[in-house]
């Protein structure tokens, strides 16, 4: 007896059209196209960087809208970032990492530390605004989940 083939749904046409804006915007404005594997390099190059996190826009439909915006975002900047893109089946296991609980977003990075993260899409003022300013901001440690600690013996829960 031999196995049946499985079926599966096919991908809605909205999501192939996206990995072919993602696709030209590597080429057309020489982003990195990052995956797992080439993520902690570019984190640990030096310089500022600027990761294009996305989902499929057939989930959220903003995620289009920040693609197609990040290449203006990134002039409107004043600087010189690097900057990449992190396609969908990538960026879930990233946003563990650095606290990213909505899509899309913008993670900033410096000489291989964490800056901040810019999540959902905003008005454009706000995005050149904000994008600015993590560009002048310190490298920190990244937001993890969990339990605040206090070394404040007085604040005890005893």
């Known amino acids: 007896m031999s196995a049946s083939p499985v079926w599966t749904p096919p991908r809605p046409a909205i999501g192939q059209n996206f990995s072919g804006l993602l696709d030209k915007l590597v080429e057309k404005h020489d982003l990195a196209d990052l995956d797992s594997a080439s993520f902690q390099a570019f984190m640990d190059a030096p310089g500022d960087g600027i990761v294009l996190l996305v989902e499929e826009p057939d989930r959220a439909p903003e995620n289009w809208d920040l693609a197609v915006i990040f290449p203006g975002l990134l002039a409107a900047t004043g600087a010189q970032p690097r900057a990449a893109v992190l396609r969908p089946a990538q960026t879930a296991a990233l946003q563990g990492r650095f606290g990213i609980n909505r899509l899309p977003a913008l993670l900033f990075l410096r000489d291989g530390g964490y800056v901040g993260?810019?999540?959902?899409?905003?008005?454009?003022?706000?995005?050149?605004?904000?994008?600015?300013?993590?560009?002048?901001?310190?490298?920190?440690r990244p937001p993890s989940i969990g339990i605040a600690v206090t070394t404040d013996a007085s604040s005890s829960c005893h």
């Open 117 to 140: 993260v810019i999540q959902g899409l905003r008005d454009w003022n706000e995005y050149v605004i904000e994008c600015q300013a993590m560009l002048q901001a310190q490298a920190s």
